[in-house]
Structures are given as structure tokens and as C-alpha cells.
């Protein structure tokens, strides 16, 4: 199964790739490939300074060796030999108009268990409703077809897991977060196959029809202020930036998560009523299809 | 004793910022007075947009409560109530010439136990050796005014603790670094204060003599680039930093510590032989008073 799903990420990973290069217009994809010095290694691929995506990074990874023993002891299976495989991305765009994106497909093995871990999950800078609503109705299409219990779980776990307790804010408007599916693993293969395919008709609409929206210094400075928060987050709170920094990953490659430029001021607080203090609104968990219907999405 | 040393670490705040005014000419510290949900508070003071310095964070924080448990369990005393009181700065000039510069000085009281926390460490982006030996021989000083084993030793604690595992590197050109002093509280405060005052002549100079040296884009976006590994290292690594967050410290003032901008480009490596690939030279532990003698140090 490890093999199927390795050789799987690897082929999203082209066509994901190839869909944003498509949407960045003269951006391209510059390519790393690396070994592990532990066993196993990665493809990173990285477009910076494009037309659209000031930085955007896909990578993956199929790792195998020996878990420290933290790691060991909170995840599933015996032992302590693993081997990890996934794919993980995110962008990062020049304007702040258009939302800055994350996903992640895995699938693990460790001792007698195998299991798969990913999500999608959104961070709007000047939120659009309408966006919002698109974004989660794809990710819930994806989910409906397979069982439809996966969405609200996972919606809803991606609002816990994409929380700074420190700022009392989330992350973004959130998506899906799942992790340790086991059990079935075709159907649940099946599953995050159809969610990794979400991802393009997910996100790349948002960013067309935001990327000539009209933006200038208030908003850039914004956009960077915000960006601290995806740092903090990343560093502070995302187990698999910790999972892939403890276990001897390739930091360039973990670490490309990473805004191109961040802005830290101290305090600093948006007007009250202003746009940029509208973002607070949407950093709460919110049912956003509540009321919504999806066109031909099966239940 | 932890009075004193609340009182103690108020005027120092005061002398700091002082001593920093001056040396910025125009910049001026704005003060945040708050309180603590579960207990205490601070004074917050930063300056921010000054000549010298681009965001310069000097703290002071006196707090008490119930420490999480697994804090309560990793640190000395019995019990989980607690009282902690300290000053922190950390210093990030504008000019990528003058070195950025932390140091934090606490006092901590569990159960039965007291303690003292504390130290300083030089984060240069172009250094030059005489710089760090200026800064090596006056923390030196401080220490050997009251143990000649304690520079030794808290020299090399500070060249372990500010140590980035992913990147393998050292933080800056290290200082000094303690925890955990514990005994004749008398003594150690009395060390403490000199510790604490001999921050200003040892970094004040560093930062007069270099303000006015040349530097452009380049010189800018390398400083940008390495100020990632201070945020790498704060929000990953320092103690003080999760400690503070996890005991629902104030956010903003625990944060003031992460530079205004920053830069994270995918795999940048300076190239051999410039200025900027000097720089790693200096990321090493390195016994930078080697062969000098203090001119008037007791030991």
C-alpha cells in the first residue's frame, strides 16, 4: 500500500505543479532532489518570484529509518523502524488579495500498522466569503463521496489543530484536517486520492478571480503582519514541521513553508471597522456551508 | 530576596532604556503597563523606527500563579504555585553592521527553591573579532568579579543553548548563559547585578562604533535572511519563549522579541569566499578570549 501511495504523491505532484504553473503564467518550478543521510529522501520543488506566487513550494518525501523515541512512543504500530511517504505544498502569493494555502497528503508505516494522515486548509489575508464557501464545498465533495461523516469530522479538525492558543485566533477559514486512518486502507486510499485531486479545482479558482484585484502598500503591509501568524504557527504548533525536524529531514525542504517576507510589529492592531479588522471575523470556527447545497456532491 | 530582585530588575529596565535613547538619538521608548490574568504583570517598553534601532523590546515581568504540570514537574521546588520576575531585551538594529543582541536576566521562586536565571549573547551578521572580544571580555568581567569558574562554564552553557540542530549552527558569537543558581542567594544576586549591568558597556560600544559603517541592498537582504534563524531559534527552541506562552503571558510582550522583517528564501547559501560565507566562521563554538588577558579583572 506504501508503494502505491508513494508512487501516487509523486504523480500529484506533476500535475499540481503543472496547474500552478499554468496559473502563475511566467513562474516556473525549480527542482531539488535529495537523499536522507537516515534512508530514503524527497523531490522539492520551489517557484519563486513568479507573476502570482512570490514563493510556492510542493514537496515530497519517502522516508524510512528509525523514530526517535518520543516520536515512537506517540504514534502507532510497534517498534520504532517507520517509513513515511507524502506530499506536502504551500503558497505563498505576491498579493494579499489571494489566499495564502496549505495541504498535505501521508500515508505512514510503522510495525504492523499503516496508516494516512493530510488535510487542506485556507488563510485569506481580505477574506471573501464566496471563497470561503467554495474552498470547503470542493474539500466536502471530495469527503461526501467516500463517507459522509468525513467532512464534519475533519472540518472540525482542522479548526482545532489550526488554532494559535496564544493569539486566540485560528490559522485561517480552516478546510479539512485528518490523521491516523486506518482500518480499510484501499477505501481510505481511495479517499485521499480524491482529496489530493480536490485541491487544484479547490484553490486555483479563488486565485484567478482574485489576482487582478487591485492592492497597494496598506495592504502588502498587512498581508506581511499576517504572515507572522503562519510563522508562528509553523514553528511553534505544526507537528509535522516538528515530526520532520526531529527525525533528520531536510530543513530547506520542511522549512519552505516559510513566508518569503514577514513583518513582526509590536501591538499592532487593525482599525476597528476597518477591512483588515474584518479578518478577525473569519478567524473563529464556522460552519461556512451551513445553509449550502452542493450541486451533484453525493452523500 | 525575589523583592529585591523585582525591584532590582525595574531600575536596570530603567537604566537600559536610558543608556539605548541616547545611543539612538531620536528613538524613544513606548511603555505598556499590564497585568496578568492569573497573577502579576509587566512593563513593556519598546522603540521602535529609531536611527539605530529597528525595533528595540526591553521588558520587565513580575508574575505569579500555578505553573501547568508538566512545568511544575521539570523545574526545582515543590508544589505548582510560582513567582517569576525578570528584565528581557532583545535589540535588532537597522543597519545589518551593528549585531542584533539579547539578554535576559530572572529570578524564579518554587516551593522552597530560589533561583537566578539569566545571561546575554551577541548575534553579529558581519562580525568582527574585535567586537566579540570586547563583548566575551566584559561579561567575563562581570563573572569573574564574583567566581573565576563562571564564565567557563557559562560561556560554554550559552554556546549549547543557542544552538540550532536543524541548521547546525550556532545561534550568534554565544555570551554568556546560567539557570538554575541556586545557594547563596546573596552571592548570586549580587553577581546577577553585575551581569546585568555590564550589558550596556558591553554592547553600547559595539553598536557606537559601527552604526556608521556602509552598507546597501545587499548588505540589508542578508541581515533580512539570517534574522529567519533568530525567529527559527525563538519560537522553536528558547525556553523562555514556550515558558512564557504556556503560562498565558502576555503575547504581544513575549513576542516583541521577533525582528520586524524578516526573509525566509528557499535554500539561499551565501556564495564562498564573500563576506556574507564569513559568517559561519563565527557560528562555532570558539574560545574568543583565547591569549587575551582582562586589564584590571579579578579572578
Known amino acids: 500500500m506504501i508503494d502505491a501511495a508513494a508512487a501516487w504523491f509523486r504523480g500529484l505532484q506533476d500535475r499540481i505543479c503543472g496547474a500552478l504553473e499554468t496559473l502563475d503564467g511566467p513562474g516556473r518550478f525549480r527542482q531539488d532532489e535529495w537523499t536522507r543521510p537516515g534512508g530514503g529522501g524527497g523531490r522539492t520543488r520551489v517557484l519563486a518570484g513568479g507573476a502570482l506566487f512570490e514563493k510556492a513550494g510542493v514537496n515530497i518525501s519517502d522516508v524510512h529509518g528509525e523514530l526517535p523515541g518520543e516520536l515512537a512512543a506517540s504514534t502507532p504500530g510497534q517498534g520504532r523502524a517507520f517509513r513515511a511517504t507524502g506530499i506536502s505544498l504551500v503558497l505563498h502569493p505576491l498579493s494579499p488579495m489571494v489566499p495564502t494555502v496549505h495541504a498535505n497528503f501521508r500515508c505512514l508505516a510503522k510495525g504492523e500498522a499503516t496508516w494516512f494522515g493530510g488535510g487542506a486548509d485556507l488563510t485569506p489575508f481580505y477574506p471573501v466569503r464566496e471563497d470561503v464557501v467554495h474552498f470547503h464545498r470542493s474539500l466536502r465533495a471530495a469527503c461526501d463521496a467516500h463517507d459522509p461523516g468525513y467532512y464534519p469530522r475533519f472540518k472540525k479538525a482542522c479548526d482545532e489543530y489550526f488554532f494559535l492558543p496564544h493569539r486566540g485566533e485560528a490559522r485561517g477559514v480552516g478546510g479539512i484536517f485528518f490523521d491516523y486512518l486506518q482500518g480499510d486502507l484501499d477505501r481510505i ?61 531536510r530543513t530547506e525542504s520542511i522549512l519552505m513553508s516559510l513566508p518569503p517576507l514577514v513583518r513582526w510589529t509590536y501591538a499592532q492592531t487593525p482599525e476597528p471597522g476597518s477591512r483588515e479588522a474584518l479578518l478577525s471575523e473569519y478567524l473563529k470556527p464556522t460552519d461556512w456551508l451551513a445553509g449550502t447545497t452542493i450541486p451533484g456532491g453525493s452523500t
Open 189 to 249: 486510499f481511495a479517499f485521499v486520492r480524491d482529496a489530493g485531486e480536490a485541491f487544484v479545482p479547490a484553490y486555483v479558482p479563488i486565485a484567478a478571480r482574485r489576482r487582478d484585484d487591485p492592492w497597494g502598500e496598506r495592504e502588502r503591509e498587512f498581508q506581511l503582519h499576517r504572515r507572522g501568524r503562519y510563522v508562528e504557527f509553523n514553528l511553534i504548533h505544526d507537528r509535522g514541521t516538528v515530526f520532520g525536524l526531529k527525525t533528520g529531514g
